[in-house]
């Protein structure tokens, strides 16, 4: 994933570049360049905190539906 995070900054930095003599382009796209690469910190973000929904332990098994329903067995 940071990969994909590293190939988009060197595009941001390229267009940066090649639309210079285009301030309107240049704004618009610099803000395009930098919101993707925020979605992809996200995207890597929340796939590195989710939560299993159940677990095994040594107490017995547990399992969740968001915060309305929890079951838990021993």
Known sequence: MYG????????AIGMW?????????????????LHTVFLA???HAAAVTARTPW???GCG???E??????FRST
């Open 55 to 57: 677990a095994l332990a």
């Open 41 to 43: 910190l996200g995207l």
């Open 4 to 11: 994909l995070v590293f190939v988009l900054v060197i595009e």
């Open 17 to 33: 570049f090649l639309l210079a003599p285009f301030p309107v382009a240049h704004l618009i796209m610099l803000l395009i360049d």
């Open 61 to 63: 098994y547990a399992a």
């Open 65 to 70: 539906h968001g915060s309305t329903f929890g």
